[in-house]
Structures are given as structure tokens and as C-alpha cells.
Nanobody, 123 residues
Framework: HVQLVESGGGSVQAGGSLGLSCAAS????????MGWFRQAPGKEREGVAG????????FYGASVKGRFTIRHDVAKHMLYLEMNGLKFDDTAMYYC????????????????WGQGTQVTVSS
């Protein structure tokens, strides 16, 4: 079955930058979306960014647009998230996921999830 392993989380001061990586294995279907979601304590899991594997189209949540950049390496099945201008509200567990549809970053469209990596932003 598909496996997703995130790395790169950590602690940073507000205004700083962090990069996340996700290694996907056993992926056999090229028609899918790879995405990043996050969940803060007491809040629902929300879509951060997604990228369509087939054509590289990108999608971003409103709260991160202009600050975060999602990239992928299709050949290596790697997903990246570059986070700049981090804010206290970006503090959350970040999850890598694979789904069948990017638009809207609806978590119900994503069936495979990593274990998550923690990002903590201090104000």
C-alpha cells in the first residue's frame, strides 16, 4: 500500500522559514493530487496546498497563498512545501496526503496520509 513519510518540521520564530518534505512509495497511479494539510489543537484539519501530479497545477489555502510554495519531483515521488513568512497561526501538525482531486483541497478526497510533522512558530 502507499506510504508517505514527512520530514523537516521544527520550531521557528515568526517571520522565519521552514521546508517540509514528503517521500511517497508504492504509488502506482499517476492521476492524483499530492497535498499538504495541517491540524492545530482543537481545530479541524485544513488543506494547505496541493499539486496535481499530471500537469503540476497548484492549489493553495487562502491563509497561506503568497507565503507557501508546493513543489514535487514526479520521478522521485517527492513532495515539498516551502514556508516563508511564518506566523504563529501556522503552528500545527502538517500532513502529507495523496488524493484524487486537488481543487478545494477537500480532505475527504484524500485517502492516503502520512504520520505528520510538527511545525511550531513562536511569536
Amino acid at each position: 500500500h502507499v506510504q508517505l513519510v514527512e520530514s523537516g518540521g521544527g520550531s521557528v520564530q515568526a517571520g522565519g522559514s521552514l521546508g517540509l518534505s514528503c517521500a511517497a512509495s508504492r504509488v502506482t497511479d499517476a492521476r492524483f493530487c499530492m497535498g499538504w494539510f495541517r491540524q492545530a489543537p482543537g481545530k479541524e484539519r485544513e488543506g494547505v496546498a496541493g499539486i496535481a501530479e499530471r500537469d503540476g497545477s497548484t492549489f493553495y489555502g487562502a491563509s497561506v497563498k503568497g507565503r507557501f510554495t508546493i513543489r514535487h519531483d514526479v520521478a522521485k515521488h517527492m513532495l515539498y512545501l516551502e514556508m516563508n513568512g511564518l506566523k504563529f497561526d501556522d503552528t500545527a501538525m502538517y500532513y502529507c496526503a495523496i488524493g484524487y482531486e486537488c481543487p478545494g483541497l477537500d480532505r475527504d478526497n484524500f485517502g492516503y496520509w502520512g504520520q505528520g510533522t510538527q511545525v511550531t512558530v513562536s511569536s
